[in-house]
């Protein structure tokens, strides 16, 4: 079974600051995607980021980014330059290319940004 | 285009009783997966539907139920509700050719 962990509950930064969220999952596929979504407080979950796993080049959104590490398993999301609405949970998923299987999600991390 | 919308948003409902909770996905998806939304569980898959026909079922009791019309609508049914069903509840449709999930809005279930 697939299993993805985020390790940080909880988190702060101040606006214009960088941050990084982790993620690391646990697979035995070969062939998968991995999203970041972003929960704001009373709002919709929306995809922040995609990861396909048999791209090396990891993939940019504007001021999203992430550090995409095959071999480690481990899958960051770096914000630049946060803003006040970035403020939300962050949660990491996975899904395998093989069949027709269910995204898996992380606890997810609360981030917080500070004026 | 609309995106995906759930009804109603918010439920109050007593230990015992049952609810249905409805989706509409994204005009031209097919495929429509719930969630169960806890503090302490986080997201749990429940089902997922795709041409009416569950395709992906998640560790759930029997309680929990669903079911997928011609229009791609959902709808989740929970009968004999328990004080721990007590959550938000999230439909996600995605399209055929495709693997990224929309959200909806959610449906707020709390059960006295």
């Known amino acids: 079974a697939q299993t993805v962990t985020q390790s940080q509950p909880e988190m702060s930064v101040q606006e214009a600051e960088t941050v990084t969220l982790s993620c690391t999952y646990d697979t035995s596929e070969n062939n998968y995607y991995l999203f970041w979504y972003k929960q704001p407080p009373s709002r919709q979950m929306i995809l922040v980021i995609r990861q396909e796993a048999y791209k090396q080049q990891n993939a940019t959104e504007n001021r999203f980014s992430v550090n995409f590490q095959k071999a480690a398993k481990s899958f960051s999301l770096k914000i630049s330059d946060s803003q006040l609405g970035d403020t939300a949970m962050y949660f990491c998923?996975?899904?395998?290319?093989?069949?027709?299987?269910?995204?898996?999600f992380g606890k997810g991390t609360r981030l917080s940004v500070i004026a | 285009k609309a995106g995906v919308t759930q009804t109603p948003r918010y439920l109050i409902k007593t230990r015992g009783q049952q609810v249905t909770l409805s989706c509409s996905p994204i005009?031209?998806?097919?495929?429509v997966s719930w969630y169960q939304q806890t503090p302490g569980q986080g997201l749990q898959f429940l089902f997922e539907y795709f041409s009416e026909t569950q395709r992906n079922k998640g560790n759930f009791p029997g309680r929990f139920s669903g079911r997928q019309f011609s229009n791609s609508r959902s709808e989740m049914n929970v009968s004999t509700l328990e004080l721990g069903d007590s959550a938000l509840y999230l439909c996600a449709s995605t399209r055929q050719d495709g693997y990224e999930q929309y959200f909806g809005p959610g449906t707020r279930l709390t059960v006295t």
């Open positions: 998923a996975f899904m395998p290319l093989s069949g027709n299987t269910p995204l898996v």
């Open positions: 005009s031209g998806h097919r495929s």
